[in-house]
């Protein structure tokens, strides 16, 4: 195997002057996963308290946009074994890595093993190198759905499921005990289409043909490194040593201490906020939405919104939406501070892994909609669920529950025992009122007649290619797209980045506040049901083909 020795040669057509081989390598070898917001984090489990950290997507792509203009910067090391995010941020990711490539400045990356999510980063790569020993397949993308229904009629607990939309599936699994028609159906169309981009991108980067890339992984011929190698998925194998060795003769030298290289950590920190008082504010919605004690308490984020609305130095906000849903009031006190500002100022929406169910609500008013291929994107519908767990304690524990109230419907909202064909109707007839809103609020916001949304929703989920043919979107790109286009529009040429909410400490997470938070409630460790129309959200028990890939 004849490797090649100069930059300009394994980028292509740059040509590599002396005075760009001066120059630094970036090396991306990041210990923490990416993730939206960055950050400390503590989870608390059987174990005990463990502490994580992460790197923000934001931060990430920012970096890697400044190493493409900055004249210290020669090229990019990329160390895909210490590289973990999930499908939105690998997608966005790897559109930053081809940006960078196509500025004249070569990707070099290198791995010990491969899979889906790290052949997807790797394929960016103007090179990619593998371990001589290292093995790995394409395999696409699965999910697993569980489902609960044996479990819960052994030991006495009955679900009732009211819904609107033959594809609002994250009920079922406590109604049914196989997949609905339905739900297959619109998995194996998810599935498929994300996966469809994934292919032709990891093709067309290694210049292979799309069909025979898929055949490879359907037939399982990849394997072994030789095998990667064969099909001309990489470009040579070598041991770590042979690694350095060889970025060493990239820059003319046998000594590695000669080569300058600078970790993205370090380049992140080195990051200096804009001269310029005027501001683009990112909002972000990262999670479930809540009433309280989650991810994304709506009565709090939305006084964050109404607080940067009333901002003078705020001139645009982009609101980065990774949320699969949640509780109705709380998402649509959201969408409604969101409606509030874009009236005051320019506001655009991007989204990450998630815009589902809430987590389109909240931003369907957006002017712009930026979504990734891989979004999970939609599912606009509305489910509720009520327990009853009386027959179940009965059962189980030998207990009988006696209620008294006022009338025949005090204990609708107990939990204790099954709705009466009158409660039902009047939770269907919520579900219903819920819905309606819904579509009234994504016709408004997509500018589209009832009856088209009405035709694409029935909480069904959507790739966010998809989401783009069918107008629940606007336009394929990155956090920075989105920042870029709304800097245009705002007629901004300087402006500083800030973030809400604001990063805290360690403290702060254990606590469960965020940095600006006006009160601290402490962490609800266990949290009982709530029987009733409690939630939009859209999967949370979903694993779609490793949504946060690990290695």
Known sequence: MIFLACVGMICGPAAASQDFLKGKILRIDLDDAVAEKGGSGVSIGLGGISLSSSTSLLSLERAIRKAESDDRIAMIFLNLDHFSADMASLEETRQCLRSFSASGKPVVAYAASLDNSSFYLGSAADRLFLHPKADGALTGLGSTQYFLKDLLDKVGVEIQLIRHGKYKSAGEMYIRNDISPENREQYEELLGSIWGCFVEEMAESRNVSAADLRSWSDSLALGTARTWIDKGLVDGLKYRDEMENY?????????????????????????????????????????????????????????????????????????????????????????????????????????????????????????????????????????????????????????????????????????????????????????????????????????????????????????????????????????????????????????????????????????????????????????????????????????????????
């Open 247 to 551: 970025l060493c003769r990239l820059f003319g030298s046998d000594d590695p201490s000669n080569v300058r290289t600078v970790d993205i950590e370090d380049y992140i920190d080195d990051l200096r906020k804009g001269p310029s008082s005027k501001k683009i504010a990112v909002i972000y919605a990262d999670g479930e939405i809540v009433r309280e004690g989650g991810d994304i308490v709506g009565e709090e984020l939305s006084r964050k919104i109404a607080a940067v609305r009333v901002d003078p130095s705020v001139k645009a906000v982009v609101f980065r939406v990774n949320s699969p849903g949640g509780e109705v009031v709380a998402a649509d006190m959201i969408r409604r501070e969101i409606e509030l500002l874009g009236k005051e100022k320019p506001v655009v929406a991007s989204y990450g892994a998630y815009a589902a169910s809430g987590g389109y609500l909240i931003s369907a008013g957006c002017e712009r909609i930026f979504t990734d291929n891989s979004t999970l994107t939609g599912s606009i519908g509305v489910f509720g669920l009520v327990p009853s767990i009386g027959n179940a304690v009965k059962k189980n524990l030998h207990v009988n529950l006696v209620q008294i109230g006022t009338g025949p419907h005090s204990g609708m909202r107990s939990g204790i025992a099954p709705l009466t064909e009158e409660e039902e109707k009047w939770y269907q007839a919520q579900i219903e009122g819920v819905y309606d809103d819904f579509v009234g609020v994504v016709s408004e916001g997509r500018n589209m007649t009832r009856e088209a949304v009405d035709s694409i929703a029935q909480g069904r989920v959507w790739s966010g290619k998809d989401a783009l043919r069918i107008g629940l979107a606007d336009e394929r790109g990155t956090l920075l797209d989105a920042i870029d286009y709304i800097s245009e529009k705002a007629g901004l040429s300087r402006y500083r980045i800030v973030c809400y909410p604001e990063k805290g400490s360690i403290m702060d997470s254990i606590l469960g506040r965020d940095k600006d938070d006006d009160h601290k409630p402490l962490v609800k460790l266990f949290k009982g049901l709530q029987p009733g129309l409690n939630s939009m959200a859209l999967m949370p028990y979903m694993i779609l083909g490793n949504p946060n890939p690990q290695k």
